[in-house]
């Protein structure tokens, strides 16, 4: 068996099943925590709405925070923006999901798939830098942190080098670019890039018990 | 009208007195972990979870803190003052716990000691980071739970503890009792308003505070002229008129719930429909929003915060006001625990607009407004005095930004922290109550 053989078959799988099992764990595993019914009045009885709305409305800060948060705000929404459209619309990417899916989209020209990863890389790199020297970062940061980071900075520089062909062979990069994706995808479950999906009960949370309240959170 | 200057020197005065010749607790640190741990683990659910697991430690939460921003010392970030019950519950609540234990540091007695300081000095509970959460984290929520295991443990700051023993051993706050309630009554009374004390049988039960009995006496009887030109059917129990609770601020949740209980169970004793609530966010948060919790059941009256009920008959007509513009300038300062907390803050507005009054916003108002810098018990806290005083600055700049002659507020804590804040700094603008405004308009 190849290194790419590998990184095709058993890692893919094993990472894909830790992932998956993982997640699961931990979402089902925090929600079974028992909660007290809260017996006070609600102001108004719109919790499921005002929780859906909070899903929303969080992604926007209000003025008032956005003047002190800018920096971190805008460079959060570009790389997340700019790996979405790397990871979604590069050719062999897209080739992949539809063999797995079925069914495949457009791509976008390999240009611009190369722009965005880079964007993404760089902002990532200056979060890191940002993480490590900013001082409320430096006291709230811990391996964690950093680790996942590096999970997601490490596929895209295997995925710009295997796509330029740069230090091995094209089928050794493609197998190294594949196991730091299903690194990224081992890690997933045990750290922070779980917000991915805890994201939204947790907004939904702070929605609706403000709601009660009659305060839209 | 404001307070009374020689009431509020000796009431600075006393604030200097406040726990100095209470003796420390005396726990071991192992029984201190202990205790906090229990707490920690009898507190924490699935809510705390998810927001425990959700955190991506971005920092975000610290812009939102007027301490941070007025220190710019990165132990203020929120996120940072619950860093000790994260590590609790990943070592022992969270789904991965069998992984993360391992890796992650035990609680320790040191701990708790840093984290008073973080929680009851560094922290009011005001909630503002709540809302600047990209991931909708209740991360005041998560401080208050700190802030019960270090009462737990033993660790409530002097000053706040001296007034926590108070009101749990003799339910008094400030030591006022019965016989200094009646002594105001008859002075207000005196000056021709009726306060209708001990009557066995009302509709609506009418609650004070230490701080208007001792300072804000005119808040009182303000209240009491607007029950009667409503014609309420109310009264005024000199047996437990106290609003405040000192076991919420304190973290000292049986103190919390026996004020709480005997609050519920004199409004049933007197077939009361509706509580209201003085000037007070905290105490507010405690009747209206963990009342029932307390009780353990659903309260069978309604909790009113005294804005709320006059702006609900300003609404229905029972009350008119004299609406003509006088001229002056006025913002509003919303109590964190009335409005984010509570949910009260479009009714001040109303009235202060009703009035006609030349009503202006701050910058940061309602929902994000910025707390007064000395809330849930902080501005009895003698050592915190040089932060509370950097944090007003921020409140100066942004009623300064408005323009406004006076400040507004429905808070008695709010009012004494912004007055203490205003003499330090020299500032002249007046801190005036809301329903001592509206009291004093009132149509013939």
Same mark, same amino acid.
């Given at each position: ?76 929404? %570009?790389? !997340? /923006?700019?790996? $979405?459209? &790397? +990871? #979604?619309? *590069? %050719?062999? !990417? /897209?080739?992949? $999901?539809? &063999? +797995? #899916?079925? *069914? ?9 798939? #190369? ?11 200056? #979060? ?90 | ?444």
């Amino acid at each position: 068996m190849t290194l790419l053989d590998f990184a095709r078959g058993p890692a893919l799988q094993w990472s894909l099943i830790i992932l998956v099992f993982g997640v699961m764990w931990r979402i089902i595993g925090a929600l079974l925590i028992m909660a007290k019914k809260d017996l006070s009045k609600p102001r108004r009885k719109t919790m499921l709405r005002d929780g859906l709305k909070t899903i929303a409305t969080r992604s926007l800060p209000e003025h008032q925070f956005e003047k002190r948060i800018r920096f971190q705000h805008l460079s959060g929404y %570009a790389w !997340h /923006i700019a790996l $979405f459209i &790397s +990871v #979604l619309f *590069f %050719a062999p !990417h /897209i080739m992949f $999901f539809e &063999s +797995v #899916l079925g *069914f495949g989209w457009p791509h976008l020209p390999n240009p611009v798939i #190369l722009g965005t990863a880079a964007v993404s890389l760089a902002i990532l790199l200056a #979060l890191l830098i940002r993480r490590a020297s900013h001082p409320v970062q430096r006291l709230i940061s811990n391996v964690d942190d950093y680790i996942s980071i590096l999970v997601v900075i490490v596929p895209l520089i295997t995925g710009i080098l295997a796509f330029a062909h740069v230090g091995a062979r094209y089928e050794t990069l493609l197998a190294i670019h594949l196991l730091s994706v299903e690194a990224l995808f081992v890690w997933f479950p045990f750290g922070k890039l779980m917000h991915t999906a805890l994201t939204f009960p947790s907004r939904f949370d702070a929605g609706a018990s403000f709601g009660r309240k009659g305060v839209k959170a | 009208m404001n307070a009374d200057n020689t009431a509020f020197r000796i009431f600075r005065e006393s604030l200097e007195r406040l726990g100095r010749d209470l003796p420390a607790d005396d726990l071991s640190d192992d029984e201190r972990v202990r205790r906090a741990k229990n707490t920690f683990l009898d507190k924490l659910d699935s809510h705390m979870a998810v927001d425990l697991e959700t955190c991506i430690h971005c920092g975000m939460c610290a812009e939102a803190c007027h301490y941070y921003e007025a220190t710019e010392d990165e132990k203020y970030s929120p996120v940072y003052k619950f860093e000790p019950l994260r590590r609790f519950y990943r070592r022992e609540l969270s789904p991965m716990r069998w992984l993360f234990r391992p890796f992650t540091k035990d609680v320790t007695a040191d701990d708790l000691e840093t984290w008073q300081e973080l929680v009851y000095e560094g922290c009011t509970g005001c909630g503002r980071c709540d809302m600047m959460c990209p991931m909708g984290i209740n991360i005041s929520t998560l401080i208050n739970v700190m802030r019960e295991g270090i009462a737990s443990a033993g660790l409530v700051p002097a000053e706040l503890r001296a007034l926590q023993i108070e009101q749990r051993e003799k339910n008094t706050v400030f030591g006022v009792g019965a016989v200094e309630l009646k002594e105001l009554v008859e002075k207000i009374r005196q000056q021709g308003t009726e306060i209708r004390l001990d009557r066995e049988q009302a509709e609506v039960l009418l609650l004070t505070t230490a701080a208007e009995v001792l300072l804000f006496p005119d808040a009182l009887a303000a209240s009491a002229k607007i029950l009667n030109r409503v014609g309420a059917d109310w009264t005024l129990l000199s047996k437990g008129f106290e609003a405040a609770n000192v076991g919420l601020v304190s973290g000292d949740e049986s103190t919390q719930k026996a004020a709480t209980t005997r609050i519920a169970e004199q409004a049933k004793a007197c077939g009361a429909a509706t509580v209201i609530l003085p000037e007070s966010g905290h105490a507010y948060q405690a009747m209206r929003w963990e009342g029932a919790n307390e009780v353990g059941e659903k309260l069978p009256f309604e909790v009113l915060a005294i804005s709320e009920f006059i702006a609900r008959e300003v609404s229905s007509g029972g009350l008119k006001l004299k609406t003509g513009a006088n001229g002056s300038a006025v913002t509003y300062h919303d109590p964190c625990r009335l409005g984010r907390h509570g949910g009260v803050i479009s009714e001040p507005r109303a009235l202060l607009k009703e009035l006609g009054l030349d009503f202006r916003e701050a910058d940061s108002n309602g929902r994000e407004n910025y707390c007064c810098g000395g809330g849930c018990g902080e501005y009895v806290i003698k050592r915190s005095a040089p932060l509370r005083q950097k944090a007003f600055e921020i409140k100066k700049r942004e009623f300064d930004e408005t323009g406004a002659d006076a400040v507004i507020t429905s808070c008695a804590n709010c009012r004494i922290n912004l007055m203490i804040g205003a003499q330090n700094a020299g500032w002249q603008k007046p801190v005036e109550s809301l329903v001592e405004t509206v009291a004093a308009r009132l149509a013939d």
